[in-house]
């Protein structure tokens, strides 16, 4: 017999028998849906996760700092640590960059500064990066320095405004709740690099020997561009400056010429070194799945690294447990849905048993009778399985446009119920898997029936 008479014949009797078909199928909806929407949940946690990480910056780069987590002293004197260290240095970067799966390398300069605008002054830190580190931040205003350029340029973090404050009253956002008038792209930006000198200046009982100290001279400096995102939006490049590297060098080196720079270190002799010794470095791996390998190498080699990475590892075992109590409570109904479907299987046979008698002594094959039911079983999970994804795609809309769970679950606003074509596809071939192996044994059934008792039967 063909498989489509086959299967005509198994869609008639499904027919014939429309409520208790109707209600095995529902049972293989309410199944299917709670599976997919429960494994959907999970892995809209999981992106949830991914997104925020992604958020705090590149989850291929790996920061580096001084072996054993040490750090030179960075005093404004500029005087050495009292611990002999492994300095992180050009030749250091050249290192990194050699190592396998190393895309590049930038080294960090990072120097205290005090900005100026008006009344308004802050505090901050600036780091000098490579061309290619500040590739990666993602402006919101503005553009890059043109390559090659040697004029010295910054880039604003989003939530550096927060920092200002009045030089008279000393009130900023923090004191009175509003943001000060500042206006990086539009108005100049005095820049002091000297900030022990400026202090020192400014406040009383700043003297060296009876002798007033002089005001550092202020720089203006244009602005680049501004990091992405509002003030309350934060980022791995929120609370700092940029510049490239560089020309951050060259301009220590013309304000300090052959003075000790503050936070670099000094010889035995109180010297400056001939070289610049870098606050920490970044590595920017090829994927993903080689961050670990190569974060190992740069331990082995005495420096301290860290990456996004370690954190994900851990959440990502976190998310796995939650995914599979997940799909375990949907299976659950799809179990349900199985026996029902077993049940249905086993009426069948015992209503339709003098039919069956007749098709045997006609001399059907006895595998004929056996895949009859495989696919009269197999049907239901497949008309079960694509209700139920559809059903599963209008409950995800739902949860990701009307309920915020993503928000209350996670604080993070995004689709809480993501439904990948994979899953949509991989359960509804689960949805008749479980279909024909609830089948199955009733169609065993039905192939061993003796023929001349099955012709008998009232």
Wanted: one cysteine or more; hydrophobic letters at 40%.
């Amino acid at each position: 017999m063909r498989f489509l008479d086959l299967l005509g014949m198994s869609i008639n009797n499904l027919r014939r028998r429309k409520l208790r078909t109707a209600l095995t199928v529902l049972g293989v909806i309410i199944g299917t849906a709670s599976v997919v929407v429960m494994v959907s949940l999970g892995i809209g946690l999981n992106g949830l996760m991914m997104e925020m990480y992604s958020s705090y910056g590149s989850m291929t780069s790996i920061d580096i700092y001084s072996g054993g987590g040490r750090y030179y002293a960075s005093s404004s004197s500029g005087s050495s640590g009292s611990e002999e260290e492994q300095y992180i240095t050009d030749d250091t970067i050249e290192q990194f960059k050699r190592l396998e799966h190393v895309k590049t390398a930038s080294p960090i300069l990072q120097t205290d500064i005090i900005l100026k605008q008006g009344l308004y002054e802050a505090g901050v830190n600036i780091e000098g990066v490579s061309r290619e580190y500040l590739e990666d931040i993602p402006l919101g205003q503005g553009a890059l320095p043109d390559p090659g350029s040697d004029e010295l340029k910054f880039i604003y973090g989003n939530g550096i405004i927060r920092w200002f404050s009045n030089s008279k009253t000393g009130e900023g956002f923090w004191e009175i709740g509003e943001m000060p008038p500042v206006d990086y792209m539009n108005k100049p930006m005095f820049v002091i690099f000297d900030t022990s000198a400026y202090y020192q200046s400014r406040y009383p009982g700043g003297s060296d020997g009876g002798n007033t100290v002089k005001p550092p001279k202020k720089y203006m400096i244009e602005a680049a561009g501004v990091v992405e995102g509002g003030v309350d939006d934060y980022n791995n490049y929120t609370y700092s400056v940029y510049a490239e590297i560089e020309a951050l060098k060259a301009q220590l080196k013309r304000i300090y010429r052959k003075n000790p720079i503050p936070g670099q270190p000094t010889n035995k002799k109180g010297k400056p070194y001939p070289y610049f010794i870098y606050n920490r470095a970044v590595v920017f791996v090829d994927d993903t799945a080689n961050v670990t390998t190569v974060q190992q190498m740069i331990t082995d080699m005495g420096f301290q690294a860290n990456s996004q990475m370690e954190w994900i590892e851990q959440s990502q075992q976190t998310y796995d447990i939650i995914q599979l109590v997940l799909g375990g409570i949907g299976a659950v109904s799809l179990f349900v849905a199985a026996i029902g479907i077993a049940n249905t299987m086993m009426m069948s046979i015992y209503e339709r048993t003098k039919e069956i008698g007749v098709i045997k002594v006609l001399g059907c094959d006895l595998r004929n009778i056996r895949n009859m039911f495989l696919l009269e079983s197999g049907f239901i999970g497949f008309l079960g399985g694509v209700i139920g994804v559809v059903i599963s795609y209008g409950l995800g809309f739902i949860m990701n446009n009307f309920l915020g769970i993503a928000q209350a679950m996670t604080g993070m606003d995004g689709d809480i119920s993501r439904i990948p074509v994979w899953l949509s596809g991989a359960a509804i071939i689960f949805a008749i898997f479980v279909g024909m192996v609830a089948g199955f044994f009733p169609s065993l059934r039905a192939m061993h029936l003796s023929p001349l008792a099955a012709i008998r039967n009232e």
